[in-house]
């Protein structure tokens, strides 16, 4: 079966953009995890979805939002673009959204902020 | 945020030789997760934790989990430079369900 797609694999934005991200997680898996990876942070939660509903919130602005559809793709939106926010953006689905499911991670979107 | 703590940072290694990582927290975990994310790759599931003292292998990989449930380890016995990549724990909060992952190690095979 697919596994978890995300698009776009590459963007590069300016700073003070906004920018959108997409994430079709494996069919039949309801939560679906953002994480945002730097090179010195590691990987940092951002937002957890189940049904259409946000469960779990990282320590992030405001400026960092999602939202999850009813065929459980989601997208995750960041405002006004800063030099830092540039990094591997990842999502995760899991077919359940219990704590002792494995995570399934799409292949990432690599956003540059210039 | 869940404090999941992961040393050492790097780690280079000659071609047979051991390597192992460990992830500590300082509040009981449920259960732990490893992953594995090659170089220019994504993070990938390589097992679970849920007992106390539990120890699961795979091949060359040998997973621990504390007794205290704090701790966790992953050996690799004989690394090969098929092992290179960067090695993360994971871990849920005491509520909620998300798992927090810890800094990673990342493993460097030298042939």
């Known amino acids: 079966k697919a596994g978890v797609t995300q698009t776009p694999r590459y963007l590069i934005k300016t700073r003070g953009q906004q920018v959108t991200l997409s994430c079709s997680p494996i069919?039949?898996?309801?939560?679906v995890s953002w994480y945002q990876q730097t090179p010195g942070q590691g990987l940092q939660f951002l937002f957890e979805y189940f049904s259409e509903t946000q469960r779990n919130k990282g320590n992030f602005p405001g400026r960092f939002s999602g939202r999850q559809f009813s065929n459980s793709r989601s997208e995750m939106n960041v405002s006004t673009l800063e030099l830092g926010d540039s990094a591997l953006y990842l999502c995760a689905s899991r077919r359940q959204g219990s704590a002792n499911t494995e995570a399934f991670f799409g292949q990432g979107t690599r956003l540059t902020v210039v | 945020g869940q404090q999941v703590m992961q040393i050492p940072q790097y780690q280079h290694v000659q071609e047979g030789e051991d390597f192992t990582t460990y992830c500590n927290s300082s509040?009981?975990?449920?259960?732990i997760q490893w992953y594995k994310q090659r170089p220019g790759g994504h993070p990938v599931f390589l097992i679970q934790l849920v007992k106390s003292g539990e120890v699961k292998k795979q091949k060359r990989l040998t997973f621990q989990f504390g007794e205290a449930k704090k701790n966790s380890s992953l050996h690799i016995t004989a690394t090969q430079t098929t092992d290179v990549g960067t090695y993360f724990c994971?871990?849920?909060?005491?509520?909620?369900?998300?798992?927090?992952f810890g800094t990673g190690t990342s493993l460097t095979v030298i042939p």
């Open positions: 509040t009981t975990l449920s259960n």
């Open positions: 994971a871990a849920p909060p005491n509520t909620g369900n998300q798992f927090y």
């Open positions: 069919s039949g898996h309801r939560s």
